[in-house]
């Protein structure tokens, strides 16, 4: 196996572009380490992004932020901006692993690894993300719920790579979340996940709404039959219940070490509850 | 189990200055420096490193094995498979508190006819780096045959179920059986008459218990370095409970002298049982064998959780009768222990220990030993004692509550004391679960309110605690310090403990004492560290040692004052005459006995050799508070106090830490731990994202009391602590769940989705 | 498989050597440069055993490759007393008995150390999570939470 670090875009495209064999991308490595260690993965190079500089950046321009694919959840955690305007973003990245995969995990990685159960990336969808994609054709536009296709199955080419992840200006009266459950307090991997981000009026109705939604089928999904439940109400006690209801309905799990199929759906409901309470708080100021 | 032995040792009443107290740990500094070698941080000039091939099948016969393409890569030295290891016929040996047989161990280490289980050993290479060894690993070819598996218990007991021998024959029960089955054997204990003690009960319960097979998660994986020498001996490195029957069950299976092979045990990373048996060491030592060059295997992860030795998951049926005013009249149990790929699981200890801590007349228990397509079990702390405690504490607290009796109060009404009458035989000496349930209800935990959806729950633990062959020499080095050796790796500061009792003893400052752990050639035989017997028997022949020195100085000093041995005393570390009848000297320190030791005779020590018996019974009860999520049945603990009794405290902190530790992995088993495995009957956790022990965030402060009832056969009153701890938790936890619910759980783990169905259940 | 040459810095000292490019830096710390302070308990970033810094970022050193310590700083275990003088929490985890068989130790003290330089007055709730990702089977936790926070109130005072 060979390891390149390429310090520009261009070196790493051609590098991915030009490799014999598999070529792998390597962000932070939490996930690219542990398949190495675990022999379920053997590829002839790895291209390293981390030192290149538009992947790291995070900037802002009138409210939009783009985030570098390559920044860790310790990073993220540390800038204000960003926690301020996307609370459940950072939550999601923030909840993965320990202080020390912390230091490590990427935003890209996680999206790019395509976990069913990844917890930045309901909170991705939700948000209504735009991953900035660049490949030897040059770049496009891939909206977040789009990467992941399967388990560990993205839509990228080979030799395509995600440099930054832009999330869309938005009011004053906004808030996201993200929660999952786990049967320890840290260190597990979802059972669940929901991320909601969502809008509401002067008069804390809810205008606009997104849900998305994780560990509970092949990939993270978008649920549109959930967001329309909260869209014109102030999350009541009916809604919440019919929230709930969609939440459940759109979950088709599997039977596994980490949780049931009757346990998912279950909670899936109570967590897509708790979240947008959150949300609806952090919205409504 | 002896209680009236009498070892020759008087309790000794006046001030005590190293004895309970919290003296620094000799191994201490190089343990926070990162300096202590452990299992894996050994390494040898020409060292190879050793990987094994494990089966991918629950079960299937190998027909074949090729290693030929293994052999032929480049920086492959030697392959070794069951060839390579000699058939041994069925013998019986103890190995912790659980017996273990050489043809089954030869079978474990390297599979035989079948693979009986995912992660049963097939083959090992030895090469020049661990990457070329994986390598050859995947040039290896096996042919299997797979065959049906069983992994769950009862189902592994039903007629027809997939045999994992063909000549297992049940062993007590008559008539003897003519088929073979996966039942090795049938074992009872009886005392009264059961069925008169029913009829004359008011209130009987009768419920069956469910616990997966869980693992004692030791953080370091299992390590060991070989290296044989042309002439035939050999030295091992590793990580183990105990150095000497690693030397003999390794020097069995390799076909060697005892004298040739050298064990010498690393810093343990934890065992809790896990290292009192063999896996990766006779490999390491057939490779060497092969090569004669060194050879390192360690164990990853994966492996520890599929191929080591994890504890048996049970089935327990208990049945128990009570007065309208509490008194137990009749107790009846049936326990299933799953054994893994061969016999021996701790189903025996399981039996003896269920109604142990009660003052009942009429007992039944019966316990049947049961195999599956899973890897052999080991011990577990206390091992078989947790699971049927469990059973019958979780029984003792619903029976309370019918009666509405504090559950405490109950306890008391029927705890055992000095003279109860055991159903697996002995009448317990001076025992303190009275002391213990004592303190138990005195606690403040006891009186705080509890909020909406919390409970609080109580559960009770015995454990008989051993004894055991050791072996301890105490040398009085030239500038009057002391270097005191022996043969119990230390797992959690039994240094300290060994030191405060030889300093007591020698009445010196305890930092003179330097202790080392030997390895195999420098001592006779040592039992294991394990079965909470370091501080009790390692402890008695270090102070028989101390005590033997001390004579040896009395000795030396009689002969330079010319006067007879009686009329020298020892005292405050010195020699001095008996009175004044004895004559007028100036006391002589053991530093000035030490310097002229080569005038009065030569070098100085002290020896033991002992088979320390009279172990002190150790009872405990764990009370936690719990508050349960509702809606995901989540369960989060809130308070947790141990309240156990040491007999003596030799190092209070060492003695918290193991009730501390206990009682998080009672929470871990009673919670989140299990094995889970597939339709294949491959395991799906093999690792600590998903097999999930406790983490710090989880928890919250472990309380401790420690109470002292001395056990009168240890000069300072010893019981042991390191098993009882395990056992009072795992009901703790259930009552408490049942407490917060109002309903109550009869399996392990209560894991959220399991709490959750309780609660939806009860809710129809 | 070709070894890449690398330079680094571990505990003030630099170092060079060559590399399996699949070799972790647990690997290369503990077979390379003989720092075996730093402990495998898993290899997966599950246990924190093998907890080293790097560049100021507490890390797992089984999650990283050698040939990313290129140009890096790291500190281990093998680091953090100076001479024969302890750091203070070496010291408070000997007093309070944080340690049994000590195979976290190395891993928890250096995961410790990097909290209490970012948050000097963590309360009992941080520290536990915190040190979340450092599995402790002996202990129970309780004396390694005690140790961390006294050790915090003696740097705080000094
Ligand atoms: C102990 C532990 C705990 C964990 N806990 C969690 C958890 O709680 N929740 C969770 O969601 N995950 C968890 N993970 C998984 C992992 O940490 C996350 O998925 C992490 O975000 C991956 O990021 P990375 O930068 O380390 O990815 P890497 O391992 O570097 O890469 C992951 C994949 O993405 C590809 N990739 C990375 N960056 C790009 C890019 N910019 N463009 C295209 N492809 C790219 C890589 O080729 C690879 O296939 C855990 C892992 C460990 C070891
Ligand atoms: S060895 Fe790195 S986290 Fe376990
Ligand atoms: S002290 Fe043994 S694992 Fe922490």
């Known amino acids: 196996m060979q390891y390149e670090a390429p310090q520009t875009l261009d070196a790493a495209l051609s590098l991915l572009a030009g490799a014999t064999g598999q070529a792998r991308i390597l962000a932070g490595g939490t996930d690219i380490m542990v398949q190495l260690h675990m022999d379920t993965t053997d590829p002839d190079m790895l291209v390293d992004i981390k030192n290149i500089s538009e992947l790291r950046a995070i900037t802002e321009t009138d409210g939009a932020f783009t985030i570098g694919a390559v920044t860790t959840g310790a990073e993220l955690g540390e800038n204000e901006a960003v926690k301020k305007m996307w609370p459940g973003v950072v939550e999601g990245l923030e909840l993965i692993g320990s202080t020390q995969v912390q230091g490590r995990a990427t935003i890209g990685g996680n999206l790019c690894n395509a976990s069913p159960a990844a917890d930045v990336i309901p909170a991705l969808i939700a948000a209504n993300a735009i991953t900035n994609v660049v490949g030897p054709n040059g770049s496009r536009e891939v909206a977040a719920e789009d990467i992941p296709v399967g388990p560990g199955k993205t839509s990228l080419a080979q030799d395509e790579i995600v440099v930054s992840i832009s999330f869309p200006a938005r009011g004053a009266r906004a808030g996201d979340a993200y929660l999952r459950f786990i049967p320890r307090t840290e260190m597990d991997i979802a059972v669940v996940g929901v991320g909601i981000s969502l809008e509401v009026d002067e008069a804390g109705v809810c205008t606009q709404a997104r849900v998305g939604l994780g560990a509970v089928a092949e990939k993270a999904l978008l649920v549109p039959e959930a967001a329309a439940t909260l869209i014109g109400t102030s999350l009541d006690d009916a809604a919440m219940e019919k929230l709930a209801a969609a939440i459940s309905a759109a979950c088709r799990p599997i039977n596994d070490r980490r949780g049931t199929i009757e346990f998912r759906t279950d909670v899936a409901g109570v967590m897509a509850r708790r979240t947008a309470k959150i949300a609806y708080d952090r919205a409504v100021g | 189990m002896d209680n009236s032995m009498d070892v020759g040792y008087s309790a000794d009443d006046k001030e005590l200055k190293f004895v309970g107290k919290r003296t620094n740990r000799p191994d201490g500094v190089d343990k926070v420096t990162g300096r202590a070698r452990f299992g894996a941080d050994a390494r040898l000039p020409g060292m190879l490193y050793g990987k094994i091939l494990r089966s991918p099948h629950a079960h299937a016969r190998i027909i074949s094995i090729d290693t030929s393409k293994a052999e032929a890569l480049s920086g492959v030295k030697a392959v070794v498979t069951r060839d390579d290891f000699e058939d041994r016929d069925s013998e019986f040996v103890p190995a912790g508190e659980m017996m273990v047989n050489y043809r089954d161990m030869v079978r474990n280490i390297m599979a035989r006819e079948k693979v009986l289980y995912d992660g049963h050993a097939v083959a090992a290479v030895a090469a020049t780096s661990v990457t070329i060894a994986k390598q050859a690993l995947k040039l290896i070819d096996v042919q299997y045959e797979v065959l049906p598996h069983v992994i769950d218990v009862v189902e592994a007991m039903a007629p027809g179920a997939p045999l994992l021998h063909d000549d297992l024959f049940t062993d007590g029960v008559e008539p003897k059986p003519t088929k073979p089955s996966n039942v090795a054997k049938r074992l009872e204990f009886n005392m009264g008459d059961i069925a008169s003690g029913f009829a004359e009960a008011d209130e009987i319960l009768e419920k069956t218990f469910d616990t997966k097979p869980v693992h004692q998660g030791y953080i370091e994986p299992h390590s060991c370095l070989a290296s044989f020498s042309e002439n035939g001996s050999a030295e091992l490195w590793c990580s183990t409970q105990g150095q000497y029957l690693v030397r003999a069950h390794c020097s069995k299976l390799v076909g060697m002298e005892i004298s040739k092979l050298r064990v010498t045990p690393s810093e343990i990373g934890g065992g809790f049982g896990g290292k009192t048996v063999v896996f990766i060491e006779p490999i390491a030592l057939a490779l060497s064998k092969k090569t004669y060059r060194p050879i390192k295997i360690t164990m990853t992860r994966d492996e520890v959780f599929r191929s080591s030795g994890p504890t048996s998951g049970g089935n327990v049926r208990v049945k128990v009768g009570i007065t309208k005013d509490g008194k137990i009249m009749a107790c009846e149990a049936e326990l299933k222990y799953q054994a893994g790929a061969f016999q021996g699981s701790s189903v025996q200890p399981g039996c003896m220990c269920a109604f142990a801590p009660y003052d009942v007349a009429n007992v039944n228990v019966i316990g049947w030993d049961v195999l599956s397509n899973r890897p052999k079990v080991a011990a577990y702390r206390a091992p078989g004692a947790p699971i049927s405690e469990y059973a019958v504490e979780c029984v003792i607290d619903e029976l309370a509550e019918r009666i509405g009796m504090d559950p405490v109060d109950f306890r008391l009404k029927n705890a055992a004391k000095e003279g109860t009458q055991t159903a697996y035989g002995p009448k317990f000496g001076p025992v303190g679960f009275v002391e213990v349930l004592e303190a138990t209800k005195a606690l403040d935990h006891y009186k705080i309110p509890l909020g909406p959806n919390q409970g609080r729950g109580i559960g009770s633990g015995f454990w008989f605690n051993i004894g055991g062959e050791t072996c301890v020499n105490l040398n009085v080095n030239e500038d009057g310090t002391l270097t005191l050796i022996t043969g119990s790796p230390d797992i959690g500061g039994s240094r300290a403990s060994m030191c405060n009792m030889a300093a007591e003893e020698l009445g010196i400052d305890v930092g003179l004492i330097n202790p080392i752990i030997a390895d195999t050639s420098v001592l006779g035989f040592n039992f294991l560290s394990a079965g909470s017997r370091t501080t009790f028997a390692c402890g008695l022949a270090t102070i028989e040692a101390a005590r033997n020195a001390i004579e040896n100085m009395r000795k030396r000093v009689a002969q330079l004052w010319d006067i007879p041995l009686d009329a020298v005393v020892w005292e405050d570390g010195a020699a001095r005459p008996a009175s004044s009848n004895a004559g007028e000297f100036e006391p002589m320190t053991l530093p000035e006995i030490a310097k002229i030791a080569p005038k009065t005779g030569g070098p100085i020590a002290g020896h033991a050799e002992i088979n320390a018996q009279g172990a002190g019974p150790g009872f405990g009860t764990h009370m936690v508070d719990v508050e349960v999520d509702k809606e995901t049945g989540h369960v989060k603990v809130l308070r947790y106090t141990v309240i156990q009794d040491a007999g003596k405290a030799i190092h209070p902190s060492f003695v918290e830490g193991q009730y501390q530790g206990g009682a998080v992995q009672c929470i871990g088993w009673a919670l989140n731990e299990e094995y889970v495995y597939g339709e294949d009957g491959r395991l799906q956790n093999s690792g600590f994202l998903d097999y999930r022990i406790p983490l710090a965030s989880d928890l919250p402060m472990i309380d401790t009391k420690i109470v002292e009832v001395p056990n009168p056969n240890h000069p300072y009153g010893v019981r042991g602590v390191g098993e009882t701890p395990i056992i009072p938790g795992l009901a703790a936890m259930s009552n408490a769940i049942s407490n917060a619910l109002g309903l109550r759980m009869s399996e392990l783990p209560m894991s959220p989705p399991k709490v959750l169905k309780a609660i939806k259940e009860a809710s129809v | ?158």
């Not at chain 3, 990283?64 to 290129?70: C, I, P, Q, R, S």
């Open chain 3, 1 to 158: 498989m070709a070894k890449q040459h690398v330079t680094t810095t571990v505990n003030n000292d630099e170092f060079e050597f060559l590399c399996e490019p699949k070799a972790s830096m647990l690997d290369v710390l503990r077979d390379e440069l003989n720092l075996t302070g730093s402990k495998e308990g898993c290899a997966t970033g599950d246990c924190g055993a093998c907890s080293v810094v790097m560049d100021g970022r507490l890390v797992c050193s089984c999650l990283v490759l050698g040939v990313e310590m290129e140009g890096k700083s790291i500190e281990t275990i093998e680091g953090m007393a100076d001479g024969e003088k302890l750091h203070p929490l070496q010291q408070q985890f000997l007093d309070h008995a944080a340690l049994q068989c000590g195979i976290c130790t190395p891993g928890v003290l250096v995961a410790a150390k990097a909290l209490l330089e970012k948050n000097p007055d963590p309360t009992e709730t941080e520290v536990r999570y915190w040190l979340a990702g450092n599995l402790c089977r002996c202990t129970g936790y309780d004396k390694i939470i005690r140790a961390v926070m006294d050790a915090a109130k003696e740097m705080r005072a000094a």
